[in-house]
């Protein structure tokens, strides 16, 4: 049995322990709120940015664009990982590190050369251990404070990769925030284009029409890039919000962990008191009794 002194010595240490996992609880929560309010902002425009995008490609062959033009054959694939820069936020990192894996074997099964971009320090790190992948770029010490500036780097990156035929489809792997307490990770493809699907003839209302000015073909050049980047700059906010709220959930558990085992070693360090002061009543006992002795 561990002698009073060690016991004490862990409470302490556990106490401690319990201190940061809340205070970090606490910082995490705070970022969240932050994070959920850009995602908030952000999602509407990426929205209305789908719609008119719908809208534009109804009708429109894919050969207008080199964007929307899908290769005859994929020879090279691209997949964007975005991760956080650090960990403590529960198996967050590993579920987007093991989806992008899954898609690189997955890829290379088909005869696929598989290049990645990591956002991110633990993407970064998981993009140079996956065998057999080349690494594009990374980017790391961005996540935690970006704008639409990482987005437009990034987006000009792979479309330039793209239109140079060095790369034949880009997939971006993110956490998708669906609540506090889920955070799926998203495979999306970025390019080509998918042209979104006509939506089922229901009875309602007919759409307005529109009068687009230049031609459809001169508004998709402009746009399409532009959407491109909207989509990255939408995966990099929600898996910022994503983290936060991981790791909240991480904190929280970890502190609720550290009060149950603090209660199991102020129970142990009792047991172990009373075994002290048992042992010293029988000594004084004993000695009283051979003194009579």
């Known amino acids: 049995m561990p002698s009073l002194k060690d016991v004490k010595k862990k409470i302490e240490s556990v106490e401690k322990t319990k201190q940061i996992t809340k205070a970090m609880n606490m910082v995490a929560s705070a970022k969240l709120r932050r994070a959920q309010e850009r995602i908030e902002r952000?999602?509407?425009?990426?929205?209305?940015?789908?719609?008119?995008?719908?809208?534009?490609?109804?009708?429109?062959?894919?050969?207008?664009?080199?964007?929307?033009?899908?290769?005859?054959?994929?020879?090279?694939?691209?997949?964007i990982l975005i991760t956080s820069e650090r960990g403590l936020c529960g198996a967050f990192n590993v579920n987007l590190i093991n989806k992008a894996t899954k898609l690189v074997q997955e890829k290379q099964a088909k005869g696929i050369a598989v290049k990645m971009i990591g956002v991110g320090r633990k993407a970064a790190q998981a993009a140079r251990k996956i065998e057999g992948v080349e690494v594009m770029n990374s980017y790391v010490g961005v996540m935690d404070r970006f704008d639409f500036t990482?987005?437009?780097?990034?987006?000009?990156?792979?479309?330039?990769?793209?239109?140079?035929?060095?790369?034949?489809?880009?997939?971006?792997?993110?956490?998708?925030?669906?609540?506090?307490?889920?955070?799926?990770?998203?495979?999306?493809?970025?390019?080509?284009?998918?042209?979104?699907?006509?939506?089922?003839?229901?009875?309602?209302?007919?759409?307005?029409?529109?009068?687009?000015?230049?031609?459809?073909e001169g508004l998709l050049g402009e746009l399409l890039p532009r959407f491109v980047k909207v989509q990255i700059y939408r995966g990099l906010l929600d898996t910022s919000a994503s983290e936060h709220a991981a790791r909240m959930t991480a904190?929280?558990?970890?502190?609720?962990?550290?009060?149950?085992?603090?209660?199991?070693?102020?129970?142990?360090?009792?047991?172990?008191?009373?075994?002290?002061?048992?042992?010293?009543?029988?000594?004084?006992?004993?000695?009283?009794?051979?003194?009579k002795g």
Not at 60 to 69: F, G, I, M, T
Not at 262 to 286: C, F, H, M, P, S
């Open 42 to 79: 952000f999602r509407p425009y990426a929205d209305k940015y789908y719609e008119i995008l719908k809208d534009l490609s109804k009708g429109v062959d894919s050969s207008v664009h080199p964007l929307l033009e899908p290769r005859p054959e994929i020879k090279t694939s691209c997949i």
């Open 150 to 216: 990482l987005a437009n780097q990034i987006g000009k990156e792979i479309i330039k990769a793209y239109e140079d035929h060095m790369l034949d489809e880009v997939i971006l792997v993110y956490g998708q925030l669906v609540t506090l307490l889920r955070q799926d990770p998203v495979a999306l493809q970025l390019l080509p284009v998918v042209q979104p699907e006509g939506e089922k003839e229901e009875k309602s209302e007919p759409k307005a029409l529109y009068m687009y000015e230049p031609s459809v």
């Open 251 to 291: 904190m929280d558990t970890a502190a609720k962990n550290c009060e149950e085992m603090i209660d199991k070693l102020t129970l142990a360090y009792n047991k172990a008191r009373q075994a002290a002061i048992t042992a010293e009543l029988l000594d004084i006992v004993g000695g009283a009794e051979a003194l």
